[in-house]
């Protein structure tokens, strides 16, 4: 698995993004998969989880309401469509896959893509 994320950039309170992470290794097992963030001086935070199948989804708290996670069928690319923006959702978001869940646990993913910067001003 090696995870590839994509579609940060920059934009201002309200605007939309869509981010996109795949696995350019193509393995053929299905994953459960998830989006997590990281600002400057604070821990790594859960964003959304996806189950492998796409049936099941989860979202931490700050988010709800306002970013989707979805998945392209049983492949292992996933895609964040984040809406209504924040200043306080600037931060490096990274993909992960795992076997054990598509919980808010950073344990449950075994695999880390390098991150995508979303700066979203006021």
């Known amino acids: 698995v090696q995870l590839q994320a994509s579609g940060g950039g920059s934009a201002q309170t309200g605007d939309s993004l869509r981010l996109t992470c795949v696995d350019s290794?193509?393995?053929?097992?299905?994953?459960?998969m998830g989006w997590f963030r990281q600002s400057p001086g604070k821990e790594r935070e859960f964003v959304a989880g996806?189950?492998?199948?796409?049936?099941?989804?989860a979202y931490g708290d700050s988010v709800k309401g306002r970013f989707t996670i979805s998945r392209d069928g049983a492949r292992n690319t996933i895609f964040l469509q984040m809406d209504s923006l924040k200043p306080e959702d600037t931060a490096i978001y990274y993909c992960?896959?795992?076997?054990?869940?598509?919980?808010?646990?950073?344990?449950?993913?075994?695999?880390w893509g390098q991150g995508t910067q979303v700066t979203v001003s006021s």
């Open positions: 992960a896959a795992g076997l054990a869940g598509w919980g808010r646990k950073q344990y449950e993913y075994d695999h």
């Open positions: 290794g193509d393995a053929p097992t299905s994953y459960n």
């Open positions: 996806i189950s492998w199948s796409g049936v099941r989804t």
